[in-house]
């Protein structure tokens, strides 16, 4: 029976068999048209390559004409620079008018030092290509340039260069400038066709002058493809090519200009040359038109004939192309696959499309070259596919650029073509994969993060039992595997009382709370202290009845800062209460902060001592060596401990019992130094009192003789050691007993108490000032420097104190003095005699005198002598 296939193969053979014979006829027709048309063009190359040896040599001789010139007008600038402007002209007016635009030359350094166009122009040039291949290769051959624009001459040209050398130096380069409008004129006289063109070229290829289109082809590179472009080319030759330019088809002839390195290009349009031809091949057409058409009719009867008998299987084609098009249009991927072989019988564009492979190749491939399945697992796959066992399997395609995508494919059997084949649907899902990867990752990220954070973090679930908690909150809540708090821990409020009294309602209470920021909670359990936190809390979400259903709550273990904030106030307390006066430094000895007792002893108050150094205490009554050893000892051993006297506020003098000690930080370095002053023992007071008594006076609380020679011999040691001079003045008030008869016993002794408090505050820390008698004083000063005139400069000043009134009561009165000073090493080598050779001139002077240097001292050595005057009573 004929089916619509043999019916329609029968009307295929018909159209074939005319398809075949008409072609034929025609293939034979067109290969004699070809045969005239390829004649053609041959004539037309050879007549092409004869134009362009022809151009080559006509541009040959112009350009060996600029070379010469250029060279002849070199070697006059060479020898006579300053007529290189009259040579120029005269070279100009033997070129065509307009073929030479410029005549330049550039110095070594790449700057304009002549144009013909103007020649007071100073231009860098150095840039230009026609400069740097002389400044470089130092060569004396001819440079042609492509076209540039002059920065002189404003305009298009090609230039001409040679470099330019004297005494072997290179010297610059002499440049004609040659418009390439010469050439296009020099073409102008040929005959050509209104697309023939001719072009002289550079020897890489770019266009010097073109007869068409010369503007749109200056500079620019001839076609990529032509023969005399790649390496070694011939001297001449021909070739076919569309411009570029203006896609005008030629016949392209070229000839070497070997000397100048350059080409000579003739193209001749293809149209032009082959219209005759064409004009005959389309008479021979119209003949063969007629007969073909008649064949071709007889063959269309026959063939419709056929295909009406076909019209009865028009169902069956119409379903079988509803399916083509589904399959085809369906933005699905598709595959029709073949079980046997695993060969891919079709691909739908969407497939096409998504690996990258044209529809016929991935029709050619195997299911294997896409798959990165084991055979054995994929063939397995099939099986279970075509039996209807399964629908769906996971796996890894390969894309033609190489890259991998993650997929889904739902396959199932179909009958085509008398061959079961499987029906391949194909998802992408890699962004799915990828999205589940990154959520993966960011899960774990987040649980670590969760796990290794340094507080405690938990979400309390609507019932109050902990949904979530890092290893931290656990512990610190004491939480059992399903979230609750165990029964023997319960929450509390700061002052103790339960927060709940059932464990699940305290965390529930914690939720429903408003948002908590570091409120103080604590965990209690039986038989131990409250283990105190640190709560912030945060609602998650909430329902339409305001019910929280979720809280992330966050906290710390405040115990140990809470038991450290106890310990300080604490040590606080301590150190405020303390009877002991303490002082702490830094490193630097500057005072950080001192408590309540050494206010009370210093008479200093805290701001008025923080931020000086312990100098403030200083009483004079030590030296350095004492201070020395005190910071070796405390630098060595960490501490120190003894007696110092320091100065109080007031001015006064006490003896306290001093320990030093060193603070370390967590490091164990030293941080700062902590000292404790107290009062000197009983005993030790004693003692101070027994010292004082033997070696004081009593009413003034002056120094007696003995201290003073103890301080004296201490004195001159010091003056030995530094070649310095010790004085000792001897002071005996003239009449005391008439003053204290008159006003009583106790004006006498205020008097003298007067006296030394003056004689006193006038003095240095190392000087001294002692009571000897009744009415006598010494006053010791040392370490003078052997200037003559330091002991009055001392001295004098120090009387001046005593020649003021002193009030005794009510009554003012007015003392004189004899003065005896002896000076060591001059008057004696030992104290007592150093004192008895002072008092010794003290009395040496005469009665009545006024203060001044007594005449009486022996030669070399002087003396002040004071004698006393009666006393005036000035009653006020």
Not at 104 to 133: M, P
Not at 631 to 649: F, P, V
Request: glycine content about 8%; overall charge negative.
């Amino acid at each position: 029976m004929w089916n619509a296939t043999r019916l329609r193969l029968a009307a295929a053979l018909v159209v074939l068999a005319t398809v075949l014979a008409l072609p034929a006829y025609w293939l034979r027709l067109e290969h004699s048209h070809d045969v005239l048309r390829a004649q053609a063009l041959q004539q037309s190359a050879l007549h092409a390559e004869q134009m362009a040896a022809a151009l080559a040599d006509s541009q040959a001789g112009a350009l060996a004409n600029v070379d010469f010139a250029l060279q002849g007008l070199r070697a006059e600038y060479l020898v006579a620079p300053e007529q290189v402007a009259l040579h120029a002209r005269q070279i100009i007016a033997t070129f065509p008018a307009g073929m030479l635009s410029q005549i330049a030359v550039i110095n070594a350094d790449g700057y304009l030092t002549f144009s013909s166009l103007n020649d007071s122009l100073h231009v860098y040039l150095g840039d230009r290509d026609h400069f740097k291949v002389h400044a470089i290769s130092r060569t004396d051959q001819i440079y042609i340039s492509k076209p540039v624009l002059g920065r002189v001459s404003q305009a298009w040209s090609i230039q001409f260069s040679r470099p330019m050398y004297r005494d072997g130096k290179f010297a610059g380069v002499m440049v004609f400038s040659i418009a390439p409008d010469f050439f296009i004129n020099r073409f102008g006289a040929l005959r050509l066709g209104p697309n023939d063109t001719l072009a002289l070229l550079r020897s890489d290829g770019r266009f010097l002058a073109r007869n068409r289109l010369q503007d749109k082809a200056m500079g620019q590179p001839f076609d990529f493809n032509a023969p005399f472009r790649g390496p070694s080319p011939a001297a001449h030759g021909s070739f076919r090519l569309t411009s570029t330019l203006d896609h005008v088809p030629r016949i392209h002839a070229w000839q070497l200009l070997e000397v100048f390195s350059l080409i000579a290009v003739v193209g001749f349009d293809e149209r032009a040359v082959l219209a005759p031809v064409e004009r005959t091949i389309a008479a021979s057409r119209e003949q063969s038109t007629v007969g073909s058409l008649l064949l071709a009719g007889c063959a269309a009867a026959l063939a419709l004939l056929l295909l009406r008998l076909a019209r009865q299987q028009h169902a069956l084609d119409e379903s079988e192309a509803r399916y083509s098009g589904l399959f085809e249009n369906n933005a699905a991927i598709k595959l029709l696959v073949d079980p046997a072989g695993a060969r891919i019988v079709d691909a739908n564009p969407a497939a096409a499309e998504f690996y990258g492979y044209p529809r016929e190749v991935l029709a050619r491939m195997r299911l294997p070259q896409l798959i990165s399945l084991p055979a054995e697992v994929l063939q397995r796959e099939m099986e279970r596919a075509l039996s209807g066992e399964s629908a769906r399997f996971s796996c890894v395609h390969h894309l033609a650029n190489g890259e991998q995508r993650q997929v889904e494919v739902y396959t199932g059997p179909g009958p085509l073509d008398g061959r079961n084949l499987l029906h391949c649907i194909v998802h992408d899902v890699s962004p799915r994969h990828e999205l589940a990867r990154r959520l993966r990752h960011s899960e774990e990220q987040l649980q670590a993060l969760f796990d290794s954070v340094a507080m405690g973090v938990a979400v309390v679930d609507a019932d109050g039992a902990v949904s979530a908690a890092n290893p931290l909150a656990r512990r610190l809540l004491g939480l059992d595997e399903a979230g609750w708090m165990r029964p023997e821990r319960w929450l509390v409020h700061p002052d103790g009382t339960p927060l709940a009294a059932a464990q699940a309602q305290g965390l529930a209470a914690v939720r429903d709370a408003a948002p908590l920021e570091h409120e103080q909670l604590g965990i209690a359990s039986h038989g131990a202290e409250p283990q105190w936190l640190s709560l912030s809390a945060r609602p998650l979400g909430g329902d339409a009845q305001g019910r929280t259903p979720a809280a992330l709550l966050a906290f710390s273990d405040v115990s140990p800062l809470l038991a450290g904030q106890a310990a300080q106030r604490l040590a606080q307390s301590v150190f405020d209460a303390a009877s002991e006066g303490i002082m702490v430094t830094d490193l630097d000895s500057v005072i950080v902060t001192v408590n309540h007792a050494f206010s009370l002893r210093s008479g200093y108050s805290a701001d008025e001592i923080v931020g000086h150094t312990p100098a403030m205490l200083a009483s004079g009554w030590h030296d350095e060596a004492f201070y020395r050893t005190l910071w070796q000892r405390l630098r060595q051993d960490g501490h120190w401990e003894g007696e110092i006297n320091n100065c109080r506020k007031n001015g006064t003098v006490q003896a306290e019992w001093l320990k030093i000690s060193v603070l370390a930080d967590e490091q164990g370095r030293p941080s700062h130094y902590v000292a404790l002053f107290s009062d000197i023992c009983p005993e030790r007071q004693r003692q101070q009192a027994a010292w004082q008594q033997a070696h004081c006076d009593t009413l003034t609380g002056l120094p007696n003789r003995t201290l003073l020679l103890a301080r004296t011999s201490r004195a001159m040691a010091r003056a030995e050691a530094h070649g310095q001079r010790v004085a000792l003045l001897y002071l005996d008030l003239e009449r005391f007993q008439p003053i204290a008869a008159r006003y009583g016993e106790a004006a006498g002794e205020q008097l003298l108490r007067q006296v030394g408090r003056r004689l006193e505050n006038g003095l240095r820390p190392q000087d001294c000032v002692a009571r000897l008698g009744c009415d006598e004083f010494a006053v010791l000063l040392a370490d003078l420097p052997q200037d003559a005139t330091a002991i009055a400069e001392r001295v004098e000043p120090l009387l001046a104190r005593l020649a003021n009134p002193f009030m005794l009561g009510k009554h003012r009165v007015e003392i004189a003095l004899r003065v005896g000073v002896a000076v060591y090493p001059g008057d004696g080598n030992e104290p007592a005699h150093l004192l008895a050779r002072a008092e010794l001139l003290s009395r040496s002077g005469t009665p009545g005198a006024p203060l001044l240097l007594a005449s009486g001292s022996p030669p070399g050595r002087g003396g002040l002598l004071a004698d006393a005057e009666a006393a005036e009573d000035h009653p006020e």
